[in-house]
Structures are given as structure tokens and as C-alpha cells.
């Protein structure tokens, strides 16, 4: 099956700043990949997704790259702003025969003063 | 529209009871999953449901587990004979129905489960 792996698992960025966050998937038939924000005690919202046949979508301040032959996609926050700080999820899916979703590990960001 | 709804929010239990949870889709989903997240992990695939076919569970879905989904629009997940093991979030999830669409997982707030 499908593995997704995340990284760093914590972040801490000034105000301003520009954070990344990496995951790589196992499964090249995997040809959609969503990105998922979850503040505490809240469950995942949607952020930005990128399918196989696009390298780069980008959404104000929000933006993800994939590498299909690497097999990795990517989450650039620009201008971080403290509401930003939250746990962020990449996830990765076959549409053909699968629905179910595979998570990474999550990605703690702290966007500090 | 108002999202996927999950009721209860939080529920505490004893070992040995049974639980029920409830999700209510965003009107007009077709498509409505369930998964399971525990704490610093990402969530778990548990079941899946296009209208009322239950179409694809997860070897993390026991016996001990049931998901229905009746007419096609809300669903419930039960869980006997709670063990410790299954305190987590339970998260529920769904999608339109058309084109591409249809991979775009929306989730409810989810219900924390606490078994005692």
C-alpha cells in the first residue's frame, strides 16, 4: 500500500518568514495529493491539493510543487502570519481504484512573533 | 452550506460499553469515509461509503466495529466492547460526487473518544 512520509515533524518560523514542508509517497500511481491544516481540537481543513498532471499550484499565500519522478511534493507558506501555526498533513491518493487517503505524520508549525 | 456535522464531540466511556457515533455529510456528498486519528499521527483510513455500499474497510476496522450508512446520507459508527486502545478522534469525511471532485474530502470536526 501506500506510505507517506513528512518532514521536519516540527517547524518554528518568524513572522514574515517562509516555511516548507516536504512528504514523500511510496505509491507512483498516487495522482493526487492534498495538503490539510488542523488546529487544536478542530479536524483537518483542506488548504490546497495538486493533482499528477500539474507541477505547481499556487493559492495567495500558499503554494505546492510535486515531482512526480522523485515521487515528492512540497508546501510553501510565504509571509507567515501567527495564525498559520497550526499542524499541517499531506496526504496522497490513487483515484482509480482507491479513495482512502494516506496521511503523513503531520508538520507542528509555530510562527512566532 | 454547513460542512460535515459530527455528533458527539467528545464522549467518555468504560471499558466494555458500546459507543455510537454519528456524521452527517455536506448535502449532496455521495461519498463518506470515516478514519481514525490518534494523538501526533496523521488520520487512519477506516471505512468508506458511496451512498449506502459500504465499499471498502480497513484491517484496523475489527469486529468490534460497525459503519452504516442507511439511505445514503448520514451514517453511524459503532464500536462494542470498547478497549482502551480505541481512545482517539474518530474523523468523518466526504466528497461531491463528479469529475474530479469526487477525490476532494471535506471533514467534519470529528468526535474524541475516551474509554476509561
Known amino acids: 500500500g501506500e506510505n507517506v512520509e513528512q518532514h521536519p515533524s516540527t517547524l518554528s518560523v518568524q513572522e514574515g518568514d517562509s516555511a516548507v514542508i516536504k512528504c514523500t509517497y511510496s505509491?507512483?500511481?498516487?495522482?493526487?495529493f492534498p495538503w490539510y491544516k488542523q488546529e487544536l481540537g478542530k479536524g483537518p481543513q483542506l488548504i490546497i491539493d495538486?493533482?499528477?498532471?500539474?507541477g505547481e499550484k499556487k493559492d495567495q499565500r500558499i503554494a505546492v510543487t510535486l515531482n512526480k519522478t522523485a515521487k515528492h511534493f512540497s508546501l510553501h507558506i510565504t509571509e507567515t502570519q501567527p495564525e498559520d501555526s497550526a499542524v499541517y498533513f499531506c496526504?496522497?491518493?490513487?483515484?482509480?481504484?482507491?479513495?482512502?487517503?494516506?496521511f503523513g505524520t503531520g508538520t507542528r508549525l509555530q510562527v512566532t512573533l | 452550506d454547513t460542512g460535515v456535522s459530527q455528533d458527539p464531540r467528545h464522549k467518555i466511556t468504560k471499558r466494555g460499553q458500546n459507543v455510537t457515533f454519528r456524521c452527517d455529510p455536506i448535502?449532496?456528498?455521495?461519498?463518506l469515509y470515516w478514519y481514525r486519528q490518534t494523538l501526533g499521527q496523521g488520520p487512519e483510513f477506516l471505512t468508506y461509503?458511496?451512498?449506502?455500499?459500504?465499499?471498502?474497510k480497513s484491517r484496523l476496522l475489527s469486529d468490534r466495529f460497525s459503519a452504516e450508512r442507511p439511505k445514503g446520507s448520514f451514517s453511524t459508527l459503532e464500536i462494542q466492547r470498547t478497549e482502551q486502545g480505541d481512545s482517539a478522534m474518530y474523523l468523518c469525511?466526504?466528497?461531491?460526487?463528479?469529475?474530479?471532485?469526487?477525490?476532494?474530502?471535506?471533514f467534519g470536526p470529528g468526535t474524541r473518544l475516551t474509554v476509561l
Open positions: 469525511a466526504s466528497s461531491p460526487k463528479r469529475g474530479q471532485a469526487t477525490d476532494t474530502q471535506y
Open positions: 505509491d507512483s500511481a498516487s495522482n493526487y
Open positions: 495538486i493533482r499528477s498532471n500539474v
Open positions: 496526504a496522497a491518493l490513487y483515484t482509480g481504484t482507491a479513495s482512502k487517503l494516506t
Open positions: 448535502s449532496e456528498h455521495n461519498r
Open positions: 461509503f458511496q451512498n449506502e455500499a459500504q465499499l471498502e
